[in-house]
C-alpha cells in the first residue's frame, strides 16, 4: 500500500511540474528588449515618486509612451510580462539586470552631484567676503541731520 502512494505521488509531481505553463506569446520580445523596457519603467515609477510635478505637467501618459518608443502595444507587453514571470529564475536574472543598471546610474548620478557641490564650495571659498554694512547710515557731504533738526526745534520753539 505504502509502495502505491509513493508511486502515486512521484508520478503526481512529474505530472504536475510542467515547465512550460503559459503558452510563448506570438509576438515574443526578445529578452534584451524586455529588460529595457522594464528598466524605462522602473525609472518612470520612481520619478512618480520623486518628482510628481513633472509627470503631472505632460499631457501624455508616460507608460503609453515608453511602450510606443519601442514599439510595442500594452496587450502584447502584458502578455510577455506574464510569459517571462512564469520562468522564475530568468525573470529574477531580467530584475538583477534592471537592478544593476539603476544602480550604475545612480553612481553615476552620485558622482555629477559630488562634482557639483565641490565646484559650488570651490567658488564660494575663492569668493571674496562681502564685509557687513553699518545698520547706522552715515549723514550724506558731512552734514549732521541730528544738528539740524535741533535748530529747526529751536526756531520753532521761538516762534
Do not use: W
Not at 529564475?89 to 557639483?116: C, H, P, W
Request: proline share 3%; charged share 35%.
Amino acid at each position: 500500500m505504502k509502495n502505491c502512494l509513493v508511486i502515486l505521488l512521484v508520478l503526481f509531481l512529474s505530472v504536475s511540474c510542467k515547465k512550460n505553463v503559459i503558452k510563448q506569446p506570438a509576438k515574443l520580445i526578445e529578452k534584451e528588449k524586455m529588460i529595457d523596457i522594464m528598466y524605462d519603467l522602473s525609472l518612470l515609477e520612481a520619478m512618480k515618486y520623486q518628482h510628481q510635478e513633472l509627470l503631472d505637467s505632460t499631457e501624455t501618459d508616460p507608460t503609453k509612451y515608453i511602450l510606443k518608443k519601442y514599439k510595442v502595444d500594452s496587450l502584447q507587453f502584458a502578455q510577455n510580462n506574464k510569459y517571462y514571470a512564469a520562468d522564475y529564475e530568468n525573470y529574477k536574472d531580467m530584475f538583477d539586470e534592471v537592478g544593476k543598471r539603476l544602480a550604475k546610474l545612480q553612481r553615476d548620478t552620485d558622482s555629477i552631484v559630488t562634482i557639483e557641490e565641490k565646484k559650488a564650495a570651490k567658488e564660494a571659498k575663492n569668493k571674496p567676503k562681502e564685509t557687513p554694512k553699518d545698520s547706522i547710515k552715515k549723514p550724506a557731504n558731512g552734514i549732521n541731520i541730528d544738528s539740524i533738526r535741533r535748530q529747526m526745534t529751536k526756531n520753532r520753539a521761538k516762534q
